[in-house]
């Protein structure tokens, strides 16, 4: 191979106080397709974003073809040669394929579009790819698969020297991955550096000539993906020794609180069975979009399941209704706390006191005084750091915000608190304290069923680990048995290390 | 330090006693009690259906239709007295019309899904059309004088008109619903974020077509004051009352995006409201301009709240700056 097209190093980025990027570095070869892998959060997707244009480094250097990169403009990084095609890419849908191809910049004939120029072109790009799609077609109903290719075929038609495809394939068929590889290798040939994100680590050994790993904000580790084996890159994944950090304390286990026996819903999860007992943390490990979230809302009722049945403390559970789950014990930490936990605009105290109003009211009367000395209490008790109990929870730091939406959760005093991922985006400090807490409330009894995407918290939190992958429960691991390699392999589906 | 906060509707209240005072130097006509007991008449209907308004609209959603609905309920009371139906049945009548007009609204908006202020729009004209439709173009008029009496005098030993009871009234509930109770606080928390809400256990849905049916409901109440004080029921009553409550609620402080306001605000919005009409009325200034006032209040009420966010955005990227 020859020089490099793109020389990223010392890479360092901060997010407020969260180290996302730390002295990472990246190379990129003409012709070569490198896939780039790494646990969530382990940087990747900041470094994507800053060749994208999106961030720019708190400091570290990126050569593109011998010059320095300006970085912060996303329409500066396309001029330059990069170009990023997403997982689920944003076409304008009333507009025809070419016209997507050539957005923001139509070829003209003076100051008249020039539709047929542009459809020829389309065309082209379209036949080079390999892919029989219509330039005067509307992008509206195109498949996701056909929505990545225009975002590839404007890549080519800007001569994209690095593109980018940040995990092609989660939502596409096999068929559909077929193809998308064949277009890789095309572009590869033609002269582009392809870097491909993915965490099915089979496509990466059946794709990539080489691969880079990222752990912590940091490059682990690159070389030769032949030279390398799926074992490799999984200790390169996990590297630490993590489960002493999150500590569980050790209780008593005691009756079956929640049980959930072959639940399903269409294409997103099926076949799910299993218990979660008073005072136990299990926790459903997987990848992002395996369908783990999807479960834990259709148990809460936000959301509906087609077959199965949910028993909560003995009694069948009605579908659909997160009032009815409320009533009998059920709380969920949401996923997305700006959109799903919290009221932005409202104030610690009625957010905390959202779960609790029939319990706090005097005949139709919220009565204000009670409601600000329980979220007063449980302020307390989750050490939350706040100026006045009245201010506005966007006031609050991320971390004070996750332990507004724990408050008021834990204030409606559930029998089973479902967290799905209960630390994302909150610095170490308050993640140590929301174990602590999540651990202090199984010691008194709670049944907690916890769903996260970071490895050192299932292994150091769990007593169980259930391991999903692409909507099936595959495996299930005693705390005892699991390992970060065993639990990894499972939910990627690699060949048992 | 305690922050001391520019809040749109104290904002309201000081421009009400500034309308007022220069009001009582521009016409000696206006600082009286039959001046007053004429503006409070003025804006009756106004109130009582601002009152539910300001719950919809901080819910996130809006009824364009609600001047419809009172001319609807006003219609069918007229329509049943035509038909010789008693005339305290013909009330109960009116009012169930005006639930079902809310009810109507509530169920395209929460079971169909579809946008409030496109159904809305769709049953402002429909309701207006049934009006035409039970009445033809004949106002029903000779209705008993011991009730429609009760719309033009005042309560016995005072200058109040008789609305002034259902304005308290219902004034007092919705402010303690709206700021006292659960159903208030639901409502503020879906128009701040219904998919928090959702995922609180609110029942959004069930919430939303209550707040229809209440609006619905008091556009009936305020139909039978309308009926009563021009003791006629005519197909064309009412008309444009909608963005005259709309205004004054938006005026009153509420934001249009949801999730904010204050029922005292809203009241006295309306309150000031009447307080421009009269003083430009006893002006001699024509109603045309009393249209463009209305407008202007509607602009400004939605352009001021708008102008102090900018303001305080700039300072805080200011103090901001200052500090790195």
Not at chain 1, 202 to 212: M, S
Not at chain 1, 240 to 265: C, T
Not at chain 2, 137 to 148: A, D, F, G, I
Request: one cysteine or more.
């Amino acid at each position: 191979m020859t020089d490099a097209v793109l020389r990223v190093s010392g890479a360092t980025k901060n997010f407020g106080g969260v180290r996302a990027l730390h002295n990472a570095s990246l190379t990129l070869y003409a012709g070569e397709i490198h896939a780039l892998l790494g646990e969530n959060g382990a940087g990747k997707s900041t470094l994507l974003k800053t060749l994208a244009g999106v961030h720019r480094l708190d400091a570290g250097e990126i050569i593109l073809d011998g010059k320095k990169f300006h970085e912060g403009s996303t329409r500066l990084a396309r001029e330059q040669g990069v170009a990023v095609i997403y997982q689920e890419p944003n076409l304008f849908p009333d507009l025809t394929l070419a016209e997507n191809v050539f957005a923001g910049r139509q070829k003209v004939n003076g100051k008249i579009v020039d539709w047929v120029g542009m459809q020829t072109e389309a065309q082209t790009l379209f036949d080079q790819l390999g892919v029989p799609l219509n330039p005067r077609s509307r992008a509206r109903g195109l498949s996701i698969a056909d929505q990545q290719i225009v975002e590839i075929a404007k890549a080519l038609s800007l001569n994209a020297k690095v593109i980018v495809m940040d995990e092609p394939t989660a939502a596409l068929s096999s068929k559909e991955v077929e193809r998308l590889f064949n277009v890789a290798r095309a572009l590869a040939k033609r002269g582009a550096a392809v870097v491909f994100v993915s965490h099915r680590l089979d496509e990466v050994f059946e794709l990539t000539d080489r691969l880079t790993v990222m752990r912590d904000g940091a490059t682990v580790g690159t070389g030769i993906t032949l030279d390398t084996t799926e074992a490799d890159v999984i200790h390169l994944m996990v590297g630490r020794e993590v489960s002493e950090l999150f500590p569980k304390g050790f209780h008593p286990i005691g009756d079956v609180v929640l049980s959930v026996k072959n639940l399903a819903h269409d294409g997103l999860f099926e076949n799910i069975s299993f218990d979660v007992r008073a005072g136990e943390i299990v926790a459903l490990a997987g990848l992002v979009g395996s369908g783990r979230s999807e479960i834990a809302r259709a148990i809460f009722g936000v959301e509906k399941y087609s077959h199965g049945t949910i028993t909560m403390l003995g009694k069948e559970l009605a579908a659909g209704s997160p009032s009815k789950a409320m009533a009998v014990g059920i709380a969920l930490v949401p996923e997305d706390r700006r959109l799903q936990g919290l009221f932005m605009a409202a104030s610690i105290a009625k957010n905390s006191s959202v779960t609790i109003l029939n319990r706090i009211k005097k005949g139709f009367l919220v009565r204000s005084k009670d409601e600000a000395e329980i979220a007063k209490t449980w302020g307390e008790t989750l050490e939350l750091k706040y100026a006045d109990i009245n201010d506005p929870v966007e006031r609050l730091s991320g971390g004070n915000q996750q332990k507004v939406v724990l408050a008021k959760w834990l204030a409606s005093q559930p029998a089973l608190l479902i967290v799905d991922e209960p630390t994302r985006g909150i610095d170490v400090g308050t993640k140590a304290q929301v174990h602590k807490l999540l651990s202090d409330e199984a010691g008194k009894g709670l049944a907690v069923l916890m769903i996260s995407s970071e490895l050192p918290e299932v292994l150091g939190m769990a007593d169980r680990i259930l391991v999903m992958r692409e909507g099936l429960m595959v495996k299930e691991f005693s705390r005892a048995e699991a390992t970060s390699a065993n639990v990894i392999a499972a939910a990627t589906g690699a060949v048992t290390v | 330090m305690k922050r001391v906060t520019f809040n749109w509707d104290k904002g309201i209240l000081v421009f009400l006693v500034l309308t007022t005072i220069v009001g009582s130097f521009v016409t000696p006509y206006f600082a009286n009690a039959s001046n007053f007991s004429f503006v409070i008449q003025d804006i009756g209907e106004f109130m009582l259906m601002a009152i539910p308004m300001t719950f919809l609209i901080i819910s996130g959603e809006i009824d364009l239709s609600i001047g419809s609905s009172l001319c609807l309920s006003s219609a069918a009371l007229g329509y049943s007295f035509r038909h010789g139906i008693p005339f305290w049945l013909c009330i109960i009548i009116a009012l169930l019309v005006g639930l079902a007009c809310g009810l109507i609204n509530g169920i395209l908006v929460t079971k169909f899904g579809l946008q409030s202020l496109a159904v809305t729009i769709g049953t402002l004209a429909l309701y207006r059309g049934l009006c035409f439709v039970l009445l033809g173009n004949q106002p029903v008029n000779q209705m008993p004088l011991s009730y429609t009496n009760l719309g033009s005098n005042s309560i016995p030993h005072t200058f109040l008109p008789y609305v002034t009871i259902l304005i308290v009234i219902f004034g007092a509930i919705g402010w303690t619903t709206l700021h006292y109770t659960r159903l208030g606080r639901w409502t503020f928390a879906v128009g701040i974020n219904v998919e928090a809400a959702k995922f609180s256990g609110i029942p959004v849905a069930r919430l939303k077509l209550a707040l229809f049916a209440m609006t619905g409901l008091m556009a009936g109440v305020a139909g039978i004051v309308y009926t009563f004080r021009f003791a006629s029921a005519s197909p064309d009553g009412a008309t444009g009352y909608e963005l005259s409550v709309i205004a004054s609620v938006l005026f009153g402080g509420v934001s249009i995006a949801g999730g904010v306001g204050t029922m005292w605000g809203v009241l006295a919005a309306v309150l000031e409201l009447g307080v421009i009409r009269s003083v430009l009325q006893l002006t001699n200034v024509s109603a045309n301009t009393l249209l463009v006032v209305s407008g202007g209040l509607l602009l400004l009420s939605v352009a001021i709240p708008r102008a102090i966010e900018l303001s305080r955005n700039r300072r805080k990227l200011v103090s901001s700056d200052s500090k790195s």
